[in-house]
């Protein structure tokens, strides 16, 4: 299968692959392994009081791990990144479709693109549980 | 501009050597062997007819078959197809029932599922975990409406070896089953005798062993008394099993491949199998990885599953640097997890994220550090990423 630049160049090098631990971290995952494709979103807090204000906390930095294809991992990749900085809220920065557009996946590939959404709004759910 | 990926998938196709390439070209053009074989009356076609009998007699001797035996074709798909409804049909006043693995060819299944839909019985036989067929089975599967027993010699996707030598003696004391051999992944990487046997029919392919695409052979002993009927109908050609002009140029290249491949096996043979040893204690370093098909295989295919990958992002991962198949999506157009290794006991993810390697006569030991590396890289960079 041939892959678009931008898939390609986050599924070679995600540079925000790995995970994140400590008292101010949350994570959210979805799918299964056995099912073939499993993802999960790692998310640090900032601290009430600095960088976030109101009812949902500012995500200080973000990341993740996957077990699925060159997309899932590139989109799971590009969200990791596109987190630092936002709200903790459910909403993808961008559409399903919308991504699958950005990174050139063929529609066959939506059913594993949903699984990278379930488990962003698996994790800022989370995130959204700690700040109240 | 990056360097090409190397090449390791020498089970799907091989290039045409170049002595072989040369010998087709003296059959194209104007002062070559451009005429019909079939045509009688003329030098020009009688030129083209000795270098096809010569071709013929080649592909023969490679296979230990008997000139008169090979019909050409064009290619192992064709061979099988030829062979499963030319005996189908020619003895089906005999029985409706044919015998075969679930681990054949693609060529022989669908024949078979083809024959299932007109009202045959197909049984199709589970292998050991190893991937090998035992014989015993196969026996005890003939009934005496069976008319065909289609067995493969070397696996495609595993390089396992069926102890076809066995099977044929107990088919031929069976005294109505007819033996068919699949031998497209044979010729150049393990002796083959089809006479001494007892083997009645046997596909070729020319691709697999430096020879051109689009040209096979079907062995159909003579010695045996093999009746089948023809899939296609016209000039009579090829003792009217298969009519259509002979396409001379495919013929020698043909011939002269086999004649290629089989001088020097045993020493090639120990070479390649140097390399698969190679690779294997490389791979099997990694954790976590297991043999696909630990039956006696042959030297040039090693098929490998490794766990905590999945099989789209390894090939994926590894395609820039080398070029082999996977267990999911190159060995058919669907991303189905390969039917073979389904067959071995593999999960779905095992049998997806299993990639074949596959050398040859280029194949070089530094190529296979540079492979090692390469799935080493890719495999250990995928876990950390799946956090395992």
């Given at each position: 299968m041939k892959y678009s630049e931008r898939t390609r160049r986050y599924f070679d090098d995600?540079?925000?692959a790995g995970s994140l631990t400590g008292p101010d971290t949350v994570h959210g995952a979805a799918g299964s392994r056995a099912q073939g494709t499993w993802v999960q979103f790692d998310l640090r807090l900032a601290a009430p009081g600095t960088a976030g204000s109101g009812t949902s906390l500012e995500i200080a930095a973000a990341r993740f791990s996957a077990f699925g294809c060159p997309h899932v991992i590139a989109v799971a990749a590009w969200l990791a990144e596109q987190a630092v900085g936002r709200r903790a809220e459910p909403a993808l920065p961008e559409s399903v479709q919308a991504l699958r557009m950005r990174f050139e996946?063929?529609?066959?590939k939506l059913g594993r693109l949903l699984i990278v959404e379930d488990a962003w709004i698996a994790a800022m759910r989370a995130a959204a549980g700690a700040s109240h | 501009m990056s360097d090409p990926p190397l090449y390791l998938d020498y089970a799907a196709s091989t290039p045409v050597a170049r002595p072989v390439a040369q010998r087709m070209a003296?059959?194209?053009?104007?002062?070559?062997?451009?005429?019909?074989?079939?045509?009688?009356?003329h030098v020009y076609g009688e030129r083209a007819r000795e270098l096809v009998d010569g071709a013929r007699a080649e592909v023969a001797a490679a296979v230990g078959a008997m000139a008169r035996d090979i019909v050409f074709t064009s290619g192992a798909t064709e061979s099988n197809n030829l062979a499963l409804f030319g005996v189908a049909d020619y003895y089906r006043g005999s029985g409706r029932h044919i015998v075969t693995g679930r681990t054949e060819h693609k060529s022989v299944l669908d024949p078979c599922r083809e024959l299932e839909r007109r009202g045959w019985r197909v049984t199709y036989l589970a292998p050991e975990s190893d991937g090998a067929l035992d014989p015993e089975r196969v026996a005890a599967a003939v009934t005496a409406e069976t008319v065909l027993v289609s067995v493969m010699h070397v696996n495609n996707e595993t390089g396992v070896i069926q102890d076809i030598a066995a099977m044929a003696a107990l088919c031929a004391r069976s005294g109505r089953a007819r033996f068919h051999v699949d031998a497209a992944q044979s010729v150049g990487k393990c002796a083959l005798d089809f006479n001494a046997l007892e083997i009645d029919l046997m596909s070729l392919s020319a691709h697999k062993a430096y020879g051109p695409k689009g040209a096979g052979a079907l062995a159909v002993s003579s010695r045996r008394g093999v009746q089948l009927s023809p899939l296609l109908h016209g000039g009579g050609q090829e003792r009217s099993l298969r009519s259509g002009t002979v396409a001379t140029h495919q013929a020698v290249g043909m011939g002269a491949a086999f004649t290629l491949a089989s001088a020097g096996l045993e020493a090639e043979a120990r070479r390649i199998a140097g390399l698969k040893e190679r690779l294997w204690s490389a791979l099997r370093a990694l954790g976590g990885v297991h043999l696909n098909g630990a039956a006696r295989s042959v030297p040039n295919i090693l098929n490998v599953s490794f766990e905590g990958v999945e099989g789209e992002s390894l090939l994926a991962a590894v395609s820039p640097q080398i070029a082999v198949s996977t267990g999911s999506a190159c060995s058919s157009a669907s991303a189905d997890p390969s039917y073979v290794l389904r067959a071995l006991g593999r999960d779905d993810r095992l049998a997806e994220s299993s990639l074949r390697f596959s050398f040859g006569r280029f194949t070089r030991e530094d190529e296979i550090e540079a492979a090692a590396a390469a799935v080493t890289r890719a495999v250990t960079r995928l876990r950390r990423i799946g956090g395992t």
């Open positions: 995600p540079p925000t996946a063929p529609v066959e | 003296q059959c194209l053009t104007l002062e070559g062997a451009f005429g019909n074989p079939g045509s009688a009356g």
